[in-house]
């Protein structure tokens, strides 16, 4: 586990881009962050203040969610120039999480202003779906094998699902009511699996059928699970955001067991979201105690 050297910035939502470096966000600090992981050396771009950057992912440039100031930016790393592509309905005021598609266009969540949206890289063009319940909070957003969105809804307790061609939206409501999802990943059969933050369970979705199966996480209903990711053998790692320190807890999607759970080491405060990286197969992750985390898998 490595030190951030900017201090009380909380870096975040890492993701390892070409020569393995690792690229994060500086959200309280306004940066682009990139480590590299063999020397240990930070390197930081400056962003515009207000920015406040939620997340990024990296294809041949990083992308990064303007999460204070309502726009999408594409930093160019080898000369620090970036882009903004504003958001074209003010309303839309804080974009949350990216991910790419399989054409390298980028879908995203935005939380407070409850939309889905796509970003067309080539064109620039932003297109916005209104989520269909109101304060729905879209959060968590991952793609299945046919390259289909799928939300996590946050303020209440929904799933959602996105038409890639028209954007429509359908919502698979959780038999809990109380049932918060905050993330969610897809594992190879295409179930969707998401954690809830509210009270501490881990669930799966059958897309097909609709049908909801729920485990207790290991650490209760105070468990608060939050940052979670898949692995390459379907196994789902999520960390227990409500215990002091955090812990980091492994669940076998095929046998549908637990695989026990470890104590992150600065204690973590809330890791927020993590990155599997399948040539290393590691899961890097962020802290609010402003460390970079990673964890090397068997």
Request: charged share 25%; hydrophobic share 35%; aromatic share 12%.
């Amino acid at each position: 586990m490595g030190r951030v050297p900017w201090a009380n910035t909380r870096p975040r939502d890492p993701y390892v881009g070409p020569q393995d470096l690792v690229w994060f966000v500086g959200q309280l600090g306004n940066y682009i962050g990139s480590l590299n992981p063999t020397d240990g050396k930070f390197e930081r771009f400056e962003l515009d203040p207000g920015a406040a950057p939620h997340n990024l992912i990296v294809g041949d440039a990083v992308w990064y969610a303007g999460n204070g100031d309502s726009h999408i930016g594409r930093l160019d790393p080898t000369d620090g120039k970036i882009t903004r592509f504003e958001m074209p309905n003010p309303t839309a005021r804080d974009p949350h999480t990216l991910i790419f598609d399989g054409r390298g266009d980028i879908w995203f969540t935005v939380q407070g202003g409850n939309f889905v949206g796509k970003l067309t890289v080539s064109s620039g063009e932003i297109q916005l779906q209104p989520i269909p319940t109101p304060r729905a909070r879209p959060y968590g957003i991952f793609l299945d094998s046919q390259d289909v969105p799928w939300v996590a809804e946050f303020g209440t307790n929904k799933l959602a699902r996105v038409d890639p061609v028209t954007l429509e939206i359908t919502e698979f409501p959780l038999p809990r009511s109380a049932a918060r999802p905050r993330r969610l990943v897809v594992t190879s059969d295409d179930a969707v699996w998401y954690v809830d933050h509210a009270q501490g369970f881990l669930g799966r979705l059958d897309p097909g059928t609709g049908d909801v199966e729920e485990w207790q996480t290991p650490g209760g209903t105070i468990s608060r699970p939050y940052g979670m990711v898949v692995d390459d053998r379907d196994r789902i790692w999520f960390v227990e955001s409500g215990p002091s320190p955090n812990r980091f807890v492994g669940f076998d999607a095929a046998a549908e067991e637990f695989l026990g759970s470890t104590d992150i080491e600065s204690g973590g405060g809330t890791v927020r979201h993590m990155f599997f990286d399948p040539t290393a197969r590691e899961i890097w992750f962020g802290t609010d105690t402003n460390t970079m985390g990673r964890a090397v898998l068997d």
